[in-house]
């Protein structure tokens, strides 16, 4: 009561004030249509001028009434929006009354078939600047090479005569403009007869004032209907290209000058990518980096994963691409370096052309690559017999050479949405040949020369091969998880191979060094073989229950191997050709190869469990003969069946954290050379024999594995185990006799064999963002048996390996990366302990970065290696330092020109050693060392001036 | 920051049979369910992350157009379903299954918590976040954004809706919502809401995530607006803000990608 007394004699006071200078308004209208009918639940909104912020907002009621209390004053947008009419817009203009009344609001309405075509059907946003209506073409759905006419005459109120006139709103339309400006002249058929409705994102339609009245500048009040046709920014679309060219000198006197040259240009849009790569060197680059690879190829770089058409668990045989190595075969695109042995000359070039869209991805390429490669080696190796040992050594050059021409076609095709399809093919056309020289001495205990060879050998390559596949999938409309798939496959290869083996055999007696037995073999093989194959394969997948699946698979393939060997000896009649019977063979094998499996799949919330039982059978029907012209043959008639379990787990724990586990047996048949009861004596000092006995391998391996990540700290830690155990492995009995050391091998099989190892990984960082270490221990123990003249070997190594990397990146000027790595593994041998022996291998690693002030850089990359075996005294060490300064050159940063220095120290040389079963051997190949370069780059898309970081995925 | 007082919209239904008989006789077909303000939209959650991993201001133009020109044509795939479930004083936006899979089922993974509730009416966020290597849960009242509104309509989901515009300075992102006229309720995905009418589309830093409605279901949700038993670290909006913004800087200088361990 008190309160209302208070008011009643404070309101004349307070009406006084709001009269003088109101801070509180309220704004209030009725909105309605063109023909006064109210509009009700409209949308009224307040909205800053400045920037169409928002400030308050409300709707009308039924009768189209609003109302806003207590407003502030300021410089305000009244907007009313109401579905099917324009948006309205008015300035609030605050008098001193505190009620600011707008009266009647009337929108207007948008053309009804503008607004069914453009903003029901199309989807496409309407935008309403002023008088002027615009529309997102891009939601005109027109097949790709339409023209703009093609999708004016798709556009509401629009049609397009037979000559190509254009009628707007039922005015011929004078004026066609492409972003405000004239296009090819005055015809307005021009532009939209020649520009492509994939590059159009807009389209807007209005009455401009004629050109007479723009020149005069007086209103002659005729108006023009006007199209202007906004092009997409950035239309997808454009190239870039890469080339380095680079010359320098051998640090080495007589090894000649050094050179490289590397292209690629790369065209697309957005449906289609085509690039080209080029290069040639000197330097030991025997192909394309990753970086390159994924240049060349574009959309189609990594989709081979889902061209596996073997389906089913454990030892499908998928595809892979590979990485680093040399090119000794495969029918995709080698990627990496090789291994840098040697001196090598590489020239390597293709093409390649993707086509995609959401249904069709189309993929051609060819890449044609070469090397011609110098190895000169020196070889130490030393086989182990139950007493003693004999020592080989070896002093070898040779020259290799390869070509491959290889071409690529894959087509992947979304019929629709429950059929799919994938055609690849990929096939080869490999050339190669070698010269081979070698000086091989064979020495016993006490160091006494018992024998050499000294051989000569030639081959020549010829060979064919291509692989074609064929998939399709279907899934089922009503069932979601059903589904389908079947494969078919032919893979042919084709080749013809030429070796000429000369050799001389020298057996110096033991007791009586004058006594020399000479052993002279001058053979020539000329050996033809075809193999075919064809695969099929069927998968049916079935969800059984909620979140179990039911999947079984048959995979079905012929085989057919033809092989004709036909050796002839041109020592024995002075140069004739001399058909060797003993030699030649002829055989022809066929595989027939079953397997049907089933597994049980359980999946929910990032648990997923697999475990099935599949029962493979595998047989061989062969026939052999030795002869070139063979009367009778042996067959080979072996059927093998065997059981395979599968079990996988893969667990996706909260908080980035992952845990699997898997069981699965591969099974590896035995080759058919195994298998051939033959003596192959092309090796005189090696001879080997067949065995018609053998059983297939079956490897049983179980791993498991964790690992985490936390990003807010950086931290991580990865956990892995792996064991496997073979069963009936296929290993090389050898008998070496005493007196000649001629060695004879034959496959036995052997069970027992087995591997357990364990990798564990740690990454945190020391200070965040400034230096990271990781570190990681990687334990690993094998046992090999292999029978030694008639004595079973086993051979027990132990690894050790430790590395640690550290990451110092203080600032964007200086950065460090470096590493070490520290390996010991124990051998030790059953049959002979004195043997036993221990090889160490460490290694040191760095690289630094330095960017100086006005675009320099330096970069400098220390890779040092230590070999070390005590019980040969042997211990190498190689540091291999390469260094190099840069300039970026220009404002826009796309070219470089640098000086490099490769192998500083010259200390290159191709070092690897090796223990196993029952020997230990030791290499080192001649290879390219120091050299200088001045290389000079030119990117269309400027050089990476980044010096933080060192590649990986993001 | 201007005030936007929610509790002053008011939401009335439209009963003028004389403007439906216009609508209708216009060809529009606005049902009377149009005037309810609750319901349950369901959303596609698309991130284009090689469009995300574009903006990585590390990565060389040429890292760029490679991660482009290899992944592009990869990103047509289905994104993930979210749901939100609304009426016109709280929301819940989480989402649509409880887990991912792939489109045929046989492989299925965890999804990383995230629910967020807004509550218009006591003005009130709770928000459930994995992100980081932790569970956060943040309970704090309502931010406001700074809404620009546009002159742009289009269809969503059969909705007509107008453009809004607003910027997100933690993340640095351009974010465009388009709300519908007929539903209104301040409700959105995301993060997002406080505008005249549903968001039916949100599309956060032109394009590199797009999060548009599929179907809208209006009906009684009552029952699934009752909030879920959340655990989390106790976190307020700032201390949120801030704890991204350091990630985020942090990430970019050691030049990792930090987009991957948060919600974009």
């Known amino acids: ?954 | 920051m201007k005030n936007i007082k929610l509790s002053t919209v008011r939401y009335q239904l439209r009963q003028s049979g004389f403007a439906i008989l216009a609508l209708i006789s216009l060809g529009f077909s606005i049902s009377a369910k149009a005037q309810q303000t609750e319901g349950m939209v369901t959303y596609e959650y698309k991130y284009y992350w090689t469009k995300v991993n574009s903006r990585l201001t590390f990565l060389s133009k040429e890292e760029k157009d490679r991660m482009k020109l290899t992944w592009g044509n990869e990103e047509d795939g289905p994104g993930t379903k979210m749901k939100l479930t609304f009426n016109d004083k709280q929301s819940i936006y989480t989402y649509f299954s409880d887990q991912g899979q792939t489109e045929d089922g046989r492989y299925s993974w965890r999804q990383s918590d995230y629910l967020i509730h807004r509550n218009f009416e006591q003005e009130k966020l709770i928000e459930n976040h994995e992100m980081l290597g932790k569970t956060y849960l943040l309970e704090d009242s309502l931010m406001t954004y700074n809404w620009r509104i546009q002159n742009q309509i289009k269809d969503v989901a059969g909705y007509v809706c107008m453009k809004a515009e607003t910027f997100d300075p933690i993340k640095n992102h351009k974010i465009t919502a388009w709300f519908a006229q007929d539903i209104p309720v301040p409700a959105g995905p995301e993060r997002y809401f406080g505008l005249p009418g549903l968001i039916l589309e949100l599309d956060i830093n032109d394009g590199d995530v797009i999060v548009a409605a599929q179907k809208v279901e209006l009906k009684n949700v009552d029952k699934e607006l009752a909030l879920p038993k959340m655990k989390g670290k106790k976190i307020k909006n700032n201390d949120y803000d801030q704890m991204l913004k350091k990630h985020i800087f942090d990430s970019i200088k050691a030049q990792r990608n930090p987009y991957w361990s948060i919600r974009y």
């Not at chain 1, 004030?17 to 009918?37: E, K, M, W």
């Not at chain 1, 000649?740 to 960082?765: A, D, E, R």
């Not at chain 1, 390469?882 to 970026?888: A, E, M, P, Q, V």
């Open chain 1, 1 to 954: 009561m008190r309160k209302l007394l208070l008011l009643a004699l404070l309101w004349p006071c307070m009406s006084v004030l709001y009269a003088q200078t109101p801070n509180r308004f309220q704004i209030q209208g009725i909105t309605a249509d063109t023909s006064s009918t109210p509009l009700g639940s409209a949308t009224v909104m307040l909205l800053q001028r400045k920037d169409s912020s928002l400030v308050n907002f409300t709707r009308t009621n039924d009768k189209g009434a609003f109302a806003m209390r207590n407003v502030k004053r300021g410089d305000y947008l009244l907007k009313i929006s109401y579905v099917g009419y324009i948006p309205f817009q008015q300035d609030i203009i605050f008098g001193d009354k505190e009620i600011v009344d707008l009266g009647t609001l009337k929108l207007k309405a948008i053309t009804k078939e503008l607004f069914e075509v453009v903003v029901k059907t199309a989807r496409a946003p309407l935008s309403i600047k002023g008088d002027t209506i615009e529309y997102n073409a891009a939601s005109f759905k027109v097949p790709p090479g339409s023209t703009v006419e093609d999708l004016l005459r798709k556009l509401p109120g629009v049609q397009v005569d037979q000559n190509g006139n254009i009628i707007a709103q039922g005015q011929q339309v004078q004026k066609v403009t492409v972003d405000g400006k004239r296009f090819f002249g005055s015809d307005p058929k021009m532009a939209t007869q020649n520009l492509p409705a994939d590059a159009i994102t807009k389209v807007q339609i209005f009455n401009d004032k004629t050109e007479q009245s723009k020149v005069t500048g007086v209103d002659d009040g005729k108006q023009e209907k006007t199209v202007n046709l906004e092009l997409k920014e950035g239309f997808k679309k454009g190239g870039f290209g890469k080339l380095t060219a680079g010359l320098g000198a051998d640090g080495n006197g007589n090894a000649g000058p050094r050179g490289e040259i590397k292209g690629n240009y790369n065209k697309f849009d957005d449906k289609n990518q085509f690039s080209v790569i080029g290069l040639t060197n000197n330097t030991n680059q025997t192909g394309m980096s990753w970086d390159d690879y994924q240049d060349f190829r574009g959309s189609s770089s990594f989709n081979s994963w889902n061209d596996n058409g073997d389906f089913g668990f454990g030892g499908g045989g998928g595809r892979f691409i590979i990485i680093g190595g040399d090119d000794d075969g495969g029918l995709s695109i080698p990627v990496g370096g090789g291994n840098g042995r040697g001196y090598s000359n590489n020239i390597a070039g293709g093409i390649n052309y993707n086509y995609n869209t959401k249904k069709i991805k189309t993929n051609a390429s060819y890449y044609y690559n070469s090397t011609r490669q110098v190895v000169d080696a020196v070889r130490n190796r030393e086989n182990f017999l139950q007493n003693g040992s004999f020592k080989t050594e070896e002093e070898s050059s040779q020259i290799n050479f390869v070509g491959n021409h290889r071409l690529s076609f894959r087509h992947e095709q979304t019929v629709d949405s429950l059929n799919a399809f994938i055609f690849t093919n990929n096939s080869r056309y490999n050339v190669g040949d070698t010269r081979l020289n070698s000086l091989q001495e064979f020495f016993r205990n006490n160091n006494f020369k018992s024998n050499e060879t000294t051989i000569n050998n030639a081959t020549n390559v010829d060979k064919i091969e291509t692989a074609n596949t064929l998939i399709y999938r279907l899934k089922f409309k009503k069932n979601k998880g059903r589904s389908f798939a079947a494969s078919a496959s032919y893979n042919f290869t084709n080749n013809d191979g030429i070796a000429d083996q000369k050799s001389l055999n020298l057996f110096y007696n033991a007791t009586d060094p004058t006594d020399v037995m000479r052993r002279m073999l001058d053979l020539t093989n000329n050996t033809g073989s075809r193999v075919s194959q064809i695969k099929s394969s069927l998968l049916f997948v079935e969800p059984f229950a909620k979140r179990f699946f039911w999947e079984s698979f048959v995979n079905l393939s012929y085989r057919s191997d033809n092989v004709d060997r036909d050796v002839f000896d041109l020592a024995k009649d002075s140069g004739r050709r001399v058909p060797v019977d003993s030699l030649s063979s002829f055989y022809k094998n066929s595989y027939n190869y079953a397997r049907i499996g089933s597994s049980v799949r359980y999946s929910y919330k990032g648990l997923n469990f697999s475990g099935g039982l599949a029962v493979q059978s595998f047989q061989i029907d062969g026939k052999f003969a030795l002869g070139q012209n063979p009367a009778s043959f042996i067959n080979i008639n072996r059927r093998f069946t065997t059981w395979i379990p599968n079990a996988s787990l893969n667990y996706d724990l909260k908080n980035n954290r992952y845990l699997w586990s898997g069981y699965d047996v591969s099974v590896s048949q035995p080759s058919t050379r195994d298998l051939q009861p033959v003596i192959d004596n092309s090796n005189p000092l090696i001879i080997r024999q067949g065995n018609p006995d053998l059983l297939p391998t079956v490897n049983h391996n179980i791993n498991f594995g964790y690992n985490m990540f936390n990003p807010a700290s950086f931290m991580n830690v990865n956990v892995n185990m792996y064991y496997s155990y073979n069963v009936n492995q296929v290993v090389y009995n050898q008998q070496v006799d005493p007196t000649t050391l001629i060695t004879v091998t034959k496959p036995v099989n052997i069970t027992g064999g087995q591997n357990i190892g364990s990798y564990i990984g740690f990454g945190f960082p020391i200070k965040k963002t400034k230096a990271s270490m990781n570190i990681n221990f990687n334990p690993g123990f094998s046992k090999n048996l292999t029978p030694i003249n008639g004595v079973l070997n086993q051979t027990n190594t132990d690894s050790y390996r430790f590395g640690t990397r550290l990451d110092l990146t203080p600032s964007d000027n200086f950065t460090i990366f470096a590493n070490a790595n520290w390996s010991v593994s124990n051998t030790r041998y059953s049959i002979n302990t004195g043997q036993n022996q221990q090889i160490v291998n460490h290694s040191y690693g760095g690289t630094m970065n330095i960017r100086l002030p006005k675009d320099f850089f330096i970069n400098s990359n220390l890779n040092y290696q230590i070999y070390k075996n005590e019980r040969f005294g042997f211990n190498q060490q190689v540091p291999i330092l390469n260094t190099s300064i840069y300039k970026i050159l220009g404002k826009a940063k796309k070219a470089e020109i640098r000086l490099s220095i490769y192998d500083v120290f010259n200390r290159n040389l191709g070092v690897s050693q090796f223990a196993n079963q029952n020997y230990v051997s030791q290499e080192r190949i001649q290879t390219l060392a120091r050299y200088g370069m001045l290389s000079f780059t030119y990117n269309m898309r400027g050089m990476n001036t980044n010096i933080k970081r060192r590649g990986g995925f993001f």
